[in-house]
């Protein structure tokens, strides 16, 4: 009960300097007030791992995939297209001044996850988390070719790197909460948003809790207009919580689009652009087999590196089923992050 009382007490002082503080949620407007007692008021809350102490990958025991909304009432205030600029060559935009819009009551350090129902269209509301070691992942990211988001089409164009248009885009990045066959945390987003819009934030903020150990609020909310069955793009809100927001602060609106291709929300129709869109139950692009499109084509793959030798491995690799454990790290993001932390392909596997 002590520890339970001491992290009331630093959640109470955070809170605090985070009202009365310059940090990253100044700008936040009403901060309503904050109940010390929240800690007690969760189900099946645990103590969380202290601050500073790396735990890559969370413990082996840790439970994955529990499902607690600390704050049933906390919804997003999703972004309207219509009030901001329309995608004009960058991938994403700050919105606010890139504060996130969580609330003093939401600044707690138990982890926890929430997706929203499907709704009548099939299609998948916000998904908010805070996330910690505990809930990353540590088993290998499975197929996902099953789930067959709202406005799905398998096609692929020349002009598209990977070939897809469309990736199954994880609302909340595999690589933080490792919820895999979620069908309310599966989105049909363009190569171009999982790659260039979503990616880096993602790994971004997963580097910083496997470098911390800290919690980091994290809340995706796609934007549909209207009855349209593909999201016009993804709101994304992050800010680390034990440090104020110094580690992580963001929110962006990234657009779900593809440079060269003309889509149809409320469909998911494409074409090239400058050309007709296909019949309604036709598909432009490439025609290819189901089971080759249910490849997620998204450069996000798991990897096996060894912080001694600083190779990276596919996880079948021999080498890697023979490395030390001592020496071993699980690392889910695109091959560039890996190489970003300074690791080189490994020679036999060739990742
Ligand atoms: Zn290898």
Redo the contacts with the bound molecule.
């Keep these: 009960m002590k520890k339970r009382l001491s992290n009331a007490l630093l959640s109470l002082l955070l809170v605090l300097s985070v009202l009365f503080s310059a940090g990253c949620l100044d700008a936040l407007p009403d901060l309503p007030g904050f109940d010390p007692d929240i800690n007690e008021q969760i189900p099946g809350g645990e103590e969380t791992p202290g601050g500073g102490e790396e735990t890559p990958g969370g413990g082996d025991d840790a439970p994955s995939g529990s499902v607690t909304l600390r704050n049933p009432g906390a919804t997003p205030k999703p972004v309207d297209p219509a009030e901001h600029p329309a995608y004009s060559g960058e991938p994403y935009i700050a919105i606010d001044g890139n504060m996130p819009y969580f609330t003093a009551e939401e600044m707690v350090t138990t982890s926890f996850e929430y997706y929203s129902p499907l709704d009548s269209l099939g299609r998948c509301g916000y998904t908010v988390a805070c996330i910690g070691p505990d809930i990353m992942p540590t088993e290998e990211r499975g197929n996902i070719g099953m789930v067959k988001p709202s406005g799905w089409h398998t096609v692929k164009y020349d002009i598209v790197s990977g070939k897809y248009l469309y990736n199954r885009c994880h609302l909340i990045g595999y690589q933080l909460t490792g919820e895999n066959v979620n069908e309310s945390n599966l989105i049909t987003g363009t190569r171009y948003l999982n790659i260039d819009g979503m990616v880096d934030f993602e790994n971004m903020v997963a580097d910083y809790i496997r470098e911390t150990g800290n919690h980091v609020l994290y809340r995706v909310t796609p934007i549909f207009v209207g009855d349209e069955l593909l999201a016009r793009g993804v709101q994304m809100e992050a800010y680390s919580v034990e440090d104020q927001g110094d580690g992580i602060c963001f929110h962006i609106y990234a657009y779900n689009v593809q440079p060269g291709i003309t889509i149809d929300y409320a469909t998911g129709l494409s074409a090239l652009a400058g050309e007709p869109l296909p019949p309604a139950g036709e598909d432009s692009g490439t025609d290819i087999p189901p089971e080759e499109g249910a490849i997620d084509p998204g450069e996000v793959h798991d990897y096996v590196l060894n912080t001694n030798t600083k190779?990276?491995?596919?996880p079948d690799?021999?080498?890697?089923k023979d490395m030390s454990e001592a020496n071993r790290e699980d690392f889910t993001g695109t091959r560039e992050a890996v190489i970003n932390r300074g690791y080189e392909a490994?020679?036999?596997?060739?990742?």
């Design positions: 190779k990276f491995h596919y690799c021999s080498s890697a490994c020679g036999r596997c060739k990742p």
